[in-house]
């Protein structure tokens, strides 16, 4: 099923004491995605399990999902643009990004579409074009290493070609976050994202109907 929802608008010591220096407390990244212990309170989000989006005015958030309510794609849509987010699992002691988008650049390449890398706002990312159903479609490759997980991000559109134009977009991925969880997976396997509870009563519903089921309420 695809569910879908549009987002609504120092000070120094006098003698030679000894002093203790203070606890280093690492301060929160100034933008996302973040991990959800350093996520900003008070924000508007989209709550899929592993990830949460912020509501970002006209962003329209698509999910496909199987009957189950395990989501298999996300979709971000803002005008000509799209965003598709994915989350993995990752080692504590290391990033995985380096290693993915060099994989990613071969599978391109076998392909036939070669791809280029450039320095955007997160480090490395990767552009290319590549030829779809609905033509040539260019896409840019983006991937963001938190604390044992990676967001892998892939614009398309006006976005993909021009960073400035990723706009709301942009915004939904800096507002990003993350919920790992505590479990031990697979390095690189997929967190689970889930349906929201509205949208999966929804689809129960829709499911029941389907099946012949009495509706609630019926004699």
Same mark, same amino acid.
Request: proline residues 7%.
């Given at each position: ?142 991937? $963001?290493?938190? !604390? ?8 398309? +559109? #006006? @976005? *993909?070609?021009?960073?400035? /134009? =990723? ?19 697979? $390095?690189?396997? !997929? ?8 949208? +999966? #009563? @929804? *689809?129960?519903?829709?499911? /029941? =109907? ?10």
């Amino acid at each position: 099923m695809i569910f879908s929802r549009k987002r609504a608008t120092g000070r120094h010591a006098s003698d030679e004491r000894t002093v203790e220096a203070p606890e280093t407390v690492e301060a929160a990244p100034a933008r996302g995605p973040y991990d959800v212990t350093e996520a900003p309170a008070g924000v508007q989000r989209l709550d899929l399990g592993s990830l949460q989006i912020p509501a970002v005015p006209d962003v329209e958030v698509r999910v496909q999902a199987d009957p189950q309510g395990v989501i298999q794609q996300v979709v971000l849509v803002h005008g000509q643009s799209a965003l598709q987010l994915g989350v993995f699992a990752a080692p504590r002691s290391e990033g995985i990004w380096d290693e993915v988008r060099e994989e990613i650049r071969q599978s391109l390449f076998n392909d036939g579409a070669a791809a280029q890398e450039v320095t955007g706002e997160y480090g490395t990312e990767l552009r290319a074009r590549v030829r779809t159903e609905e033509g040539l479609t260019d896409l840019r490759f983006v991937g $963001v290493d938190g !604390p044992r997980w990676m967001v892998r991000a892939v614009y398309q +559109g #006006e @976005a *993909a070609t021009n960073p400035d /134009a =990723a706009g709301a977009l942009a915004r939904c991925m800096e507002g990003l976050v993350v919920d790992r969880g505590i479990e031990a997976k697979p $390095v690189r396997e !997929p967190l689970p994202l889930r349906l929201p509870r509205e949208a +999966g #009563e @929804a *689809a129960e519903q829709a499911a /029941a =109907a389907s099946e012949g089921a009495p509706a609630p309420g019926a004699n």
